[in-house]
């Protein structure tokens, strides 16, 4: 998804206008309320060239609280999925729900919040500014705005950056700022689409570890796209293996990390208890390799193409 549409998603739907601001306030969800349901969902795509089928038989059910990857080859689907959940296409065939309801009245009742690989920021607003145009739209006044907008750049290290632009930080940094906004009306659930795929290792990995922490903080239930195994694996209470065009599930691989397995898909506690250690204890090097072997079908020694191993 590109920039614009990130930024437009933001900036343009009139009827998020409508909705009060009150309607965004937190609800802590029981650990049985289901986020996302995908039923039996096909993606045909017409084009010049004939049809692409993107998705076929898609059945998903996300917990709320719950972070799922998806991870596959390119083009098997994963950004269409994705796209799908956020009210941005429509299925073919199926259907989806967000939280019981379709996905545009969940995007009116700003149940999710989105972030893309690039940032999606206005370069003419500053940091805070960024940060509180989710809550300017909808009608949220100037003081608790204020309140809100610190709290979040706080929450991802950015406090002192508040009356920055964007072009005057790093990636890294201006991914956070993304995440600060996808986060300002405290949604239930974050659709995150290769977020830190244009970021060096080591900030990819810091992000990492942040969100693991703001995602047990929030309560959220996440969907991540990426094409790291490892980042998958760490980030994730379920990670979900799509096969090559056109994209199915090919398998769900559910995560063990640590002596202290998670006691549910909603361990948020468990999921807090993630720090970059893991990324050297043997039960990560064991996911890494059930979720490789998923994407197989079998073990193998090479990677599929557009998924990375690193
Ligand atoms: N708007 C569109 N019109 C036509 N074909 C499309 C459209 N969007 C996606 N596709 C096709 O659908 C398939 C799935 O694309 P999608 O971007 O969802 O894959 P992906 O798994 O996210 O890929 P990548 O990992 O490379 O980002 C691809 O063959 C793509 O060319």
Redesign the pocket.
């Known amino acids: 998804m590109s920039a614009s549409e990130n930024a437009a998603a933001a900036e343009t739907p009139a009827e998020h206008a409508a909705v009060p601001a009150t309607a965004a306030a937190v609800s802590v969800a029981p650990a049985t309320e289901t986020a996302v349901r995908v039923t039996g969902v096909d993606k045909v ?1 017409e ?1 010049r060239g004939g049809l ?1 089928h ?1 998705l076929e038989g898609i059945d998903l059910e996300i917990a709320a609280g719950e972070f799922v990857s998806l991870i ?10 994705m796209r799908l959940v956020a009210d941005l296409d429509a299925p073919t065939a199926g259907t989806i729900t967000v939280f019981g309801k379709t996905p545009t009245q969940a995007r009116l009742d700003q149940d999710y919040g989105i972030a893309f690989q690039q940032a999606g920021l206005l370069p003419w607003r500053t940091v805070a500014a960024n940060v509180a145009l989710p809550l300017e739209l909808h009608g949220v006044a100037s003081a608790p705005r204020k309140a809100k907008v610190e709290e979040l750049l706080d929450m991802v290290g950015l406090a002192d950056f508040a009356d920055r632009y964007p072009d005057q930080l790093s990636g890294g940094m201006q991914q956070r700022v993304a995440i600060a906004r996808s986060l300002a009306e405290q949604p239930r659930l974050l659709l995150m689409d ?1 977020p830190f795929g244009a970021l060096d290792e080591m900030t990819r990995e810091k992000m990492q570890s942040d969100l693991v922490r703001i995602s047990a903080e929030t309560g959220a239930a996440v969907v991540f ?1 990426t ?1 790291s195994i490892p980042e998958a694996v760490f980030l994730s209470d379920r990670v979900v293996v ?1 096969s090559p ?1 056109p ?1 199915r599930i090919r398998e769900i691989v559910p995560m063990r990390l640590g002596t202290a397995a998670p006691t549910g898909p909603t361990d948020a506690a468990a999921r807090a208890a993630r720090t970059d250690g893991l990324r050297e204890d043997r039960s990560f090097f064991e996911m890494v390799t059930a979720v490789r072997e998923a994407l197989h079908g079998a073990p193998v020694a090479t990677g599929a193409r ?1 998924v990375e191993t690193r």
């Open positions: 795509f084009t692409v993107a596959g080859p390119s083009g098997c689907g994963k950004s269409t999925l290769e796209v094409h799509m065009r994209g557009g």
